[in-house]
């Protein structure tokens, strides 16, 4: 009765954990051609140098200093010291005329 009991709630909170509804944080990179790395190491190697435009979209942080991304569905790890929130858009400015 145990294991029924302890499988129902593992799977419960795994339900939950994959639950629709999370949010998409994304990023942008703070300098021109920052590098997209294959591993957390700057010794490893290089998938992508990444521009400010690029839509960077945060998977999760996995220490202090990297975080996994993915971009244009690639996968890699970035300093997380050269990730910027993206500039929120602009809003623009109505005059109505008479």
Known sequence: ???IILTLALAAQTAF???DGHQVVTASAR???SKMYRQPGTSTEVLKALKSA???V???RYNQSWTIVTVN???GYV???ELAKPAKPATQQV???K
């Open 79 to 81: 300093l997380t010291a």
């Open 58 to 60: 945060v998977v999760r």
């Open 17 to 19: 954990g994959f639950a």
């Open 95 to 97: 005059i109505a005329k």
């Open 31 to 33: 300098y021109e051609n």
């Open 1 to 3: 009765m145990k294991k």
């Open 73 to 75: 569905g690639q996968v």
């Open 54 to 56: 690029d839509e960077i």
